[in-house]
């Protein structure tokens, strides 16, 4: 069965510092990954996605990730956090359903914390 | 409008009672998700539509909750003689053109 997970439930970062978000997944084909945003009472946000070519992908806000095959990883980073960035995120797969679509499977999620 | 959009944004609920969620997808979408995020945990799977055909609910976790989207836009998610483990936010996503699903604002639901 597919799974994702997220060894870093918090972290902490200080304003203007780089940021890494850990990702591990475990499906069986070929993998459809996602990282999400979620800020305080709002609903998740798309920050980029990998399905295939260029194993560094780039998203909104300054994100990016880089996918390896062989680590099972997707990890997220950024080069200069902003106080903004302080939100949970998520990263997630996408499981192949009936007619082609993919429903996601999400890790548990890493509370982002900036210090100024 | 110009995303997901889900009602009540809030639904407090005594136990024993019945709800009904809604969701109001993008325009166009045909597929929709439906998702439930307990406290501090990610978002998990619950049930599938493609336009009006329920395809998937194997997520929902009991025969309590059902789905139905009957004229292949609106869903709405109904959970009858709710729990306190019923207590989370119930979140709707539509997918657009690269799998890409789009997530509503989600309905927070506290059963006392």
């Known amino acids: 069965a597919q799974s994702v997970t997220q060894p870093d439930i918090h972290i902490t970062v200080s304003e203007g510092a780089s940021l890494e978000l850990r990702c591990n997944y475990s499906y069986g084909a070929t993998p459809y990954l996602f990282w999400y945003v979620q800020s305080p009472g709002q609903g998740l946000q798309l920050l980029l996605k990998y399905f295939s070519g260029d194993t560094l992908v780039q998203g909104i806000k300054g994100f990016e990730a880089e996918f390896k095959r062989s680590q099972s990883s997707f990890n997220l980073r950024k080069p200069s956090v902003h106080w903004s960035d302080a939100a949970e995120y998520f990263c997630?797969?996408?499981?192949?359903?009936?007619?082609?679509?993919?429903?996601?499977?999400f890790g548990s999620g890493t509370r982002l914390q900036v210090q100024p | 409008g110009a995303g997901v959009s889900q009602s009540p944004r809030y639904k407090v609920a005594k136990r024993g009672q019945d709800v009904a969620l809604r969701c109001d997808p993008i325009s166009g979408h045909v597929s929709l998700f439906w998702y439930q995020q307990a406290l501090g945990q990610g978002p998990e799977f619950l049930t599938y539509?493609?336009?009006?055909?329920?395809?998937?609910k194997s997520g929902l976790p009991s025969d309590r909750f059902f789905a139905e989207r009957p004229e292949g836009s609106v869903s709405t998610l109904k959970i009858q003689r709710t729990q306190q483990e019923d207590s989370a936010v119930y979140l709707c996503a539509t997918t657009g053109p690269q799998e890409t699903q789009y997530f509503g604002p989600g309905t927070r639901l506290l059963v006392l």
């Open positions: 997630a797969v996408g499981v192949s359903m009936d007619m082609g679509r993919r429903a996601l499977t």
């Open positions: 539509f493609q336009n009006e055909a329920q395809l998937d």
